[in-house]
T-cell receptor
Framework: DAKTTQPPSMDCAEGRAANLPCNHS???????VYWYRQIHSQGPQYIIH???NNETNEMASLIITEDRKSSTLILPHATLRDTAVYYC???????????FGKGTTLSVSS | DSGVTQTPKHLITATGQRVTLRCSPR?????VYWYQQSLDQGLQFLIQ???????AKGNILERFSAQQFPDLHSELNLSSLELGDSALYFC????????????FGEGSRLTVL
């Protein structure tokens, strides 16, 4: 599975959009981009995943560049409860388990 | 609530002992995954089962073993415990291996004294 690069930390003001970037320049054609988050010591929470089209659900939007070498997770109106570590993972459907890196620690403040 | 249930939530034991952690996957999920999270290691994949069969192994120690039962619940057995085994142990499930997202339980916090 391709490796990903994320900034170690980001800050966001409450009510503003949080845009979390992820680089995955070695992604293969059959690999999906997954986003998870972990709120302090809780179980990681699935957010969204996509292959090449942009995706949106009730939690977030995922924007994948046309060359698929990077993506951005967007939390449209961040709240204090969105403070967490966000993980971007690239994996094929045929792959086995998700392998977590260090992620981005997002701090949302009022 | 992810639908994945883990027990016990907290466990304190002594070095050299053996413990069993239990996981019930979401209804309809056939694949179960175990992860370990300690302070200095992040989330480490241990082992995966699909419909009762071992599917993949990660960084699982020989002192650790797991199985998935016919009713699809899974147990992770940790033996000859060492101080360094103190960690959060998460179970996750998915419909099938590689299909969609993983849904994690709230974890079992193991403290070895």
């Amino acid at each position: 599975d391709a490796k990903t690069t994320q900034p170690p930390s980001m800050d966001c003001a409450e009510g503003r959009a949080a845009n979390l970037p992820c680089n995955h320049s070695t992604i293969s054609g059959n690999e999906y981009v997954y986003w998870y988050r972990q709120i302090h010591s809780q179980g990681p929470q699935y957010i969204i995943h996509g292959l090449k089209n942009n995706e949106t659900n009730e939690m977030a939007s995922l924007i994948i560049t046309e060359d698929r070498k990077s993506s951005t997770l967007i939390l449209p109106h961040a709240t204090l409860r969105d403070t967490a570590v966000y993980y971007c993972i690239v994996k094929s459907q045929a792959g086995t388990a998700l392998i977590f890196g260090k992620g981005t620690t997002l701090s949302v403040s009022s | 609530d992810s639908g994945v249930t883990q027990t016990p939530k907290h466990l304190i034991t002594a070095t050299g002992q053996r413990v069993t952690l239990r996981c019930s996957p979401r209804s309809g999920d056939l694949s179960v995954y175990w992860y370990q999270q300690s302070l200095d290691q992040g989330l480490q994949f241990l082992i995966q089962y699909y419909n009762g069969e071992e599917r993949a192994k990660g960084n699982i120690l020989e002192r650790f073993s797991a199985q998935q039962f016919p009713d699809l619940h899974s147990e992770l057995n940790l033996s000859s415990l060492e101080l360094g085994d103190s960690a959060l142990y998460f179970c996750a499930s998915s419909v099938r291996p590689g299909q969609g997202g993983l849904f994690f339980g709230e974890g079992s916090r193991l403290t070895v004294l």
